[in-house]
């Protein structure tokens, strides 16, 4: 399946130069990160108009909106003019990124020394005065082979911020009762940019219904037959069921995009939800997000958004899973710790009931959801309960991570990387062993301690570094990560 509901990022770059120093200084360095870009990443659109002043400064956005670029890097060949080139983070509808040119060699430090050094301190302030968000690098200063990578870099940060500023979660009923860790106010939510939209089950109810002889049923059942394969479809008189679902959803989506171009889904998926509809919706939200169109579970709404994320960082499928129960000691001694150096304190299993899409699953099927099983069909034959998605999660590195609001509206986060590990659960679900280094602690000190929910988005890979710099961009307070051994918490008992 496409990504369709993310954003495409087309990046250019502008130099800017200060008058009292050589133009083409900075010029001839702006042409070579675009040469260096160009043969390691792709293409990187160059604004010919070199920016000295605020005349300047408005020819060259214009020159980069008509060309249309939503994302720009704003780069200090020399010095820099102060006031344009931070007039273009404010003149720009779109992220932007600062950084400055290295000097190339000591054989040229008179005419072919730029300063730009000096000059990035004073475009922070500048940034300051006029309370302008930019992207900065950790070390914004280089040659233009470091600033290619720099500016690859920037380019999930860019498609994230992006995407979020023309996003739309859409619900559908409230939480589950004892779900209150899905607590979601939403003024924060509209303080980033994000658009929401609220509704009943019933809604969602009546609109499934009129979807009742959709023609494009068939070939949409054909369709999840074909991804799931004779082993993985016990259940084949469901999918028309969960077709209906799916094409519920998606022009639910159409419909109420409104005028945003990007849409979330969180949706209240039990205890009514399986009896009403017939099925557990969980296999076609493992079928929405592998698209790009996140479907939450129990109504998580900052579940949704984190989800969001990591979509738009990885351009990937990725999931919401609990944090959910520790490893046994003696699966953990048979099967991790003769090939692992970690604790048991560092792995837990993160589980949901199956919306983990396929393609991140060692093998996986449709299957019945157990404890749903229980509650709802006295344990007896599965009729309803069917639908979720099950398999053990696909061994690899990944990404923890959420955006949060406290009860009270402050947003906060954290992000953990670590990896699922290859030892079988030997559960139900769709369910994996992670490994975080210092999760022990990691749980008691930041996500017991700053009260975070059980949920927790997962990306599929290494993103850390791109996700804490959104955040930062995004002016996240409160940005918590798993510290080592040696950096205590604040609320860390030396002594213990």
Same mark, same amino acid.
Request: include cysteine; charge should be negative; proline fraction near 6%.
């Given at each position: 399946?496409?990504?369709? $509901?993310?954003?495409? @990022?087309?990046?250019?770059?502008?130099?800017?130069?200060?008058?009292?120093?050589?133009?083409?200084?900075?010029?001839?360095?702006?042409?070579?990160?675009?040469?260096?870009?160009?043969?390691?990443?792709?293409?990187?659109?160059?604004?010919?108009?070199?920016?000295?002043?605020?005349? =300047?400064?408005?020819?060259?956005?214009?020159?980069?909106?008509?060309?249309?670029?939503?994302?720009?890097?704003?780069?200090?060949?020399?010095?820099?003019?102060?006031?344009?080139?931070?007039?273009?983070?404010?003149?720009?509808?779109?992220?932007?990124?600062?950084?400055?040119?290295?000097?190339?060699?000591?054989?040229?430090?008179?005419?072919?020394?730029?300063?730009?050094?000096?000059?990035?301190? $004073?475009?922070?302030?500048?940034?300051?005065?006029?309370?302008?968000?930019?992207?900065?690098?950790?070390?914004?200063?280089?040659?233009?082979?470091?600033?290619?990578?720099?500016?690859?870099?920037?380019?999930?940060?860019?498609?994230?911020?992006?995407?979020?500023?023309?996003?739309?979660?859409?619900?559908?009923?409230?939480?589950?009762?004892?779900?209150?860790?899905?607590?979601?106010? +939403?003024?924060?939510?509209?303080?980033?940019?994000?658009?929401?939209?609220?509704?009943?089950?019933?809604?969602?109810?009546?609109?499934?219904?009129?979807?009742? =002889?959709?023609?494009?049923?068939?070939?949409?059942?054909? =369709?999840?037959?074909?991804?799931?394969?004779?082993?993985?479809?016990?259940?084949?008189?469901?999918?028309?069921?969960?077709?209906?679902?799916?094409?519920?959803?998606? =022009?639910?989506?159409?419909?109420?995009?409104?005028?945003?171009?990007? *849409?979330?889904?969180?949706?209240?998926?039990?205890?009514?939800?399986?009896?009403?509809?017939?099925?557990?919706?969980?296999?076609?939200?493992?079928?929405?997000?592998?698209?790009?169109?996140? @479907?939450?579970?129990?109504?998580?709404?900052?579940?949704?958004?984190?989800?969001?994320?990591?979509?738009?960082?990885?351009?990937?499928?990725?999931?919401?899973?609990?944090?959910? $129960?520790?490893?046994?000691?003696?699966?953990?001694?048979?099967?991790?710790?003769?090939?692992?150096?970690?604790?048991?304190?560092?792995?837990?299993?993160?589980?949901?009931?199956?919306?983990?899409?396929?393609?991140?699953?060692?093998?996986?099927?449709?299957?019945?959801?157990?404890?749903? $099983?229980?509650?709802?069909?006295?344990?007896?034959?599965?009729?309803?309960?069917?639908?979720?998605?099950?398999?053990?999660?696909?061994?690899?590195?990944?990404?923890?991570?959420?955006?949060?609001?406290?009860?009270?509206?402050?947003?906060?986060?954290?992000?953990?990387?670590?990896? @699922?590990?290859?030892?079988?659960?030997?559960?139900?679900?769709?369910?994996? +062993?992670?490994?975080?280094?210092?999760?022990?602690?990691?749980?008691?000190?930041?996500?017991?301690?700053?009260?975070?929910?059980?949920?927790?988005? *997962?990306?599929?890979?290494?993103?850390?570094?791109?996700?804490?710099?959104?955040?930062?961009?995004?002016?996240?307070?409160?940005?918590?990560?798993?510290?080592?051994?040696?950096?205590?918490?604040?609320?860390?008992?030396?002594?213990?």
């Amino acid at each position: 399946m496409t990504m369709s $509901n993310i954003p495409s @990022v087309k990046c250019g770059i502008i130099s800017v130069s200060r008058d009292c120093f050589i133009i083409s200084l900075s010029e001839n360095r702006r042409k070579a990160i675009v040469n260096a870009y160009t043969k390691k990443y792709g293409s990187l659109y160059e604004v010919q108009k070199t920016v000295e002043n605020e005349t =300047d400064m408005l020819e060259a956005v214009n020159e980069a909106k008509s060309a249309g670029c939503n994302a720009l890097v704003v780069f200090l060949g020399n010095f820099g003019p102060e006031t344009p080139e931070t007039l273009i983070a404010k003149e720009f509808d779109g992220p932007v990124m600062y950084a400055a040119a290295a000097e190339e060699t000591g054989k040229n430090l008179i005419n072919g020394r730029g300063d730009a050094f000096c000059g990035m301190l $004073n475009c922070s302030y500048n940034l300051g005065l006029r309370h302008l968000k930019a992207f900065i690098p950790e070390y914004p200063v280089g040659t233009a082979e470091d600033l290619a990578d720099m500016i690859a870099d920037f380019q999930p940060v860019a498609r994230t911020l992006l995407g979020l500023s023309s996003l739309k979660i859409i619900t559908f009923g409230p939480r589950p009762q004892d779900f209150f860790a899905c607590n979601a106010p +939403i003024q924060p939510l509209y303080d980033l940019g994000v658009e929401i939209e609220e509704n009943s089950e019933l809604d969602l109810l009546v609109a499934y219904r009129a979807h009742k =002889d959709d023609p494009r049923i068939a070939e949409t059942a054909a =369709d999840m037959a074909k991804e799931l394969g004779q082993k993985g479809n016990p259940y084949p008189d469901l999918l028309p069921r969960m077709a209906q679902f799916e094409l519920t959803l998606l =022009d639910w989506m159409k419909e109420h995009q409104g005028a945003r171009q990007y *849409v979330a889904f969180a949706d209240k998926c039990w205890p009514a939800f399986p009896k009403e509809f017939g099925f557990e919706p969980c296999y076609v939200n493992s079928r929405m997000v592998a698209r790009g169109i996140p @479907v939450s579970c129990e109504v998580d709404i900052y579940g949704a958004l984190s989800e969001y994320i990591g979509l738009c960082v990885s351009q990937d499928a990725v999931t919401l899973l609990d944090i959910n $129960n520790s490893v046994p000691k003696d699966l953990f001694d048979k099967s991790i710790k003769p090939t692992t150096s970690y604790q048991l304190e560092d792995t837990f299993m993160g589980f949901h009931c199956g919306n983990t899409p396929l393609c991140k699953l060692r093998k996986g099927g449709v299957k019945y959801q157990l404890i749903q $099983n229980r509650l709802l069909e006295n344990g007896e034959k599965p009729d309803f309960t069917r639908g979720t998605l099950e398999g053990d999660i696909a061994d690899g590195d990944i990404t923890f991570f959420r955006l949060q609001s406290t009860a009270g509206g402050q947003l906060r986060a954290y992000i953990a990387q670590g990896e @699922v590990l290859p030892a079988a659960t030997n559960s139900f679900g769709g369910i994996g +062993i992670f490994a975080i280094p210092e999760m022990g602690r990691f749980y008691r000190h930041v996500l017991i301690q700053k009260q975070f929910p059980h949920h927790g988005a *997962v990306a599929f890979g290494h993103f850390g570094k791109a996700i804490y710099s959104i955040f930062q961009y995004l002016g996240i307070p409160d940005i918590s990560f798993n510290q080592p051994k040696g950096m205590l918490y604040p609320s860390e008992n030396p002594f213990a």
